[in-house]
């Protein structure tokens, strides 16, 4: 009886170590799924029956977030990865199937207005304010400075490309009256 034990033992081992041979051997991944195989470590898809391998998917276009890309398409049997535009950013360097680089959209900066928003294959335009208005640089129109004259009131600080003029109530006139926006006048403390 342990004679037989021992003999169906070696059975089992031997069993055992064939399976793993031929699986190594096979270039089987456990990895991978039924219908892909692992070529250095990666799944690639394989071939529709009748067909072989032209390029494995290791060669395929990749689309680097840092070169400013994302993938629109992915490889597949026909053709090669398609590469896009992360948003806020446009297209620098196009190919025939879509982007190798892309670079992030212009901001404008404060005394500018976006005169035309970017898009995947332009850079955004600014453009300086005209005199008399500013702009924060994110709006896509200039606004103009406030005329404190026209509301009767002092000019306190000019306006600037980037900044909207400041006014303050006038001082008080000889009589120690403050002229109000109104037109009325209101008696102040006196200094």
């Given at each position: 009886?342990?004679?037989?034990?021992?003999?169906?033992?070696?059975?089992?081992?031997?069993?055992?170590?064939?399976?793993?041979?031929?699986?190594?051997?096979?270039?089987?991944?456990?990895?991978?799924?039924?219908?892909?195989?692992?070529?250095?470590?990666?799944?690639?898809?394989?071939?529709?029956?009748?067909?072989?391998?032209?390029?494995?998917?290791?060669?395929?276009?990749?689309?680097?977030?840092?070169?400013?890309?994302?993938?629109?398409?992915?490889?597949?049997?026909?053709?090669?990865?398609?590469?896009?535009?992360?948003?806020?950013?446009?297209?620098?360097?196009?190919?025939?199937?879509?982007?190798?680089?892309?670079?992030?959209?212009t901001t404008c900066q404060p005394g500018q207005f976006v005169k035309q928003n970017g898009?995947?294959?332009?850079?955004?335009?600014?453009?300086?304010?005209?005199?008399?208005?500013?702009?924060?640089?994110?709006?896509?129109?200039?606004?103009?400075?406030?005329?404190?004259?026209?509301?009767?009131?002092?000019?306190?600080?000019?306006?600037?490309?980037?900044?909207?003029?400041?006014?303050?109530?006038?001082?008080?006139?000889?009589?120690?009256?403050?002229?109000?926006?109104?037109?009325?006048?209101?008696?102040?403390?006196?200094?």
């Amino acid at each position: 009886m342990w004679h037989l034990d021992l003999r169906i033992f070696k059975i089992l081992i031997f069993t055992f170590g064939m399976i793993i041979l031929i699986n190594m051997n096979s270039g089987l991944s456990y990895s991978c799924e039924h219908a892909e195989y692992d070529i250095n470590g990666q799944c690639c898809p394989m071939c529709a029956p009748g067909t072989h391998v032209h390029k494995h998917c290791t060669d395929s276009t990749m689309c680097d977030p840092g070169l400013g890309l994302i993938t629109e398409k992915e490889c597949n049997f026909n053709s090669d990865t398609v590469c896009g535009v992360l948003d806020q950013h446009f297209c620098t360097e196009p190919d025939k199937k879509g982007c190798r680089l892309a670079q992030r959209h212009t901001t404008c900066q404060p005394g500018q207005f976006v005169k035309q928003n970017g898009t995947k294959f332009t850079d955004t335009i600014c453009e300086d304010c005209p005199n008399h208005s500013f702009s924060d640089g994110l709006s896509t129109t200039c606004k103009p400075h406030t005329d404190c004259q026209s509301l009767g009131l002092s000019e306190l600080k000019a306006g600037s490309p980037s900044s909207d003029s400041e006014c303050e109530e006038k001082a008080l006139n000889s009589l120690g009256w403050r002229k109000q926006n109104m037109g009325t006048q209101s008696k102040e403390r006196g200094l």
